[in-house]
T-cell receptor, first 112, second 113 residues
Framework: EDKVVQSPLSLVVHEGDTVTLNCSYEVTNFRSLLWYKQEKKAPTFLFMLTSSGIEKKSGRLSSILDKKELFSILNITATQTGDSAIYLCAVESGEYGNKLVFGAGTILRVKS | NAGVTQTPKFQVLKTGQSMTLQCAQDMNHNSMYWYRQDPGMGLRLIYYSASEGTTDKGEVPNGYNVSRLNKREFSLRLESAAPSQTSVYFC????????????FGAGSRLTVL
């Protein structure tokens, strides 16, 4: 059974801090790993990773994948209150064909 | 630029009642999905439709049915609602059948008493 585990489950930091969110997975026929940000409503896409060791970066957010150790991290530097959200990790695997398996998410709260 | 539209946004049902959640996308996407989100459990796939005319079960299909009415619309039906189906439901779509980048609707909060 495919499994995606995120840690920590929740996190409270102060503005300006750097945070690292973790995602580990056990899936058959790995295709890609995706990160989403969910504020009040719909999840919105952040990154898609398919190759090990290649960092994806967007502003203060960056992510990297390790396919040997089966995990990914999402880094957020110089956090702002607007970064407060649930961060979801999802893995696309061959077992389910064209579907994503999501982790439970990390709830990040950034205090001013 | 609507993207994925879900209705209703909120619904309260009594146990045993039926209802249909509607979803429509205007991005000419081929694949559509229904997820439910419960606290501490992330998003779990209920059903998906890789293309018009096909539907398949996901991780948690029991108690639900779906209809891919046409390329734009994908509905989710609860025939006899149960309290365990209290959840937030998200419809999503993607261009190709490889899931990858999903575009989500705003969600429908369903409470079953």
């Amino acid at each position: 059974e495919d499994k995606v585990v995120q840690s920590p489950l929740s996190l409270v930091v102060h503005e300006g801090d750097t945070v690292t969110l973790n995602c580990s997975y056990e899936v058959t026929n790995f295709r890609s790993l995706l990160w989403y940000k969910q504020e009040k409503k719909a999840p919105t896409f952040l990154f898609m990773l398919t190759s090990s060791g290649i960092e994806k970066k967007s502003g203060r957010l960056s992510s990297i994948l390790d396919k040997k150790e089966l995990f990914s991290i999402l880094n957020i530097t110089a956090t702002q209150t607007g970064d407060s959200a649930i961060y979801l990790c999802a893995v696309e695997s061959g077992e389910y064909g064209n579907k994503l398996v999501f982790g439970a998410g990390t709830i990040l709260r950034v205090k001013s | 630029n609507a993207g994925v539209t879900q209705t209703p946004k909120f619904q309260v049902l009594k146990t045993g009642q039926s209802m249909t959640l509607q979803c429509a996308q205007d991005m000419n996407h081929n694949s559509m999905y229904w997820y439910r989100q419960d606290p501490g459990m992330g998003l779990r796939l209920i059903y998906y439709s890789a293309s018009e005319g096909t539907t398949d079960k996901g991780e948690v299909p029991n108690g639900y049915n779906v209809s891919r009415l046409n390329k734009r619309e994908f509905s989710l039906r609860l025939e006899s609602a149960a309290p365990s189906q209290t959840s937030v439901y998200f419809c999503a779509s993607s261009m190709v059948s490889g899931a990858n980048v999903l575009t989500f609707g705003a969600g429908s909060r369903l409470t079953v008493l």
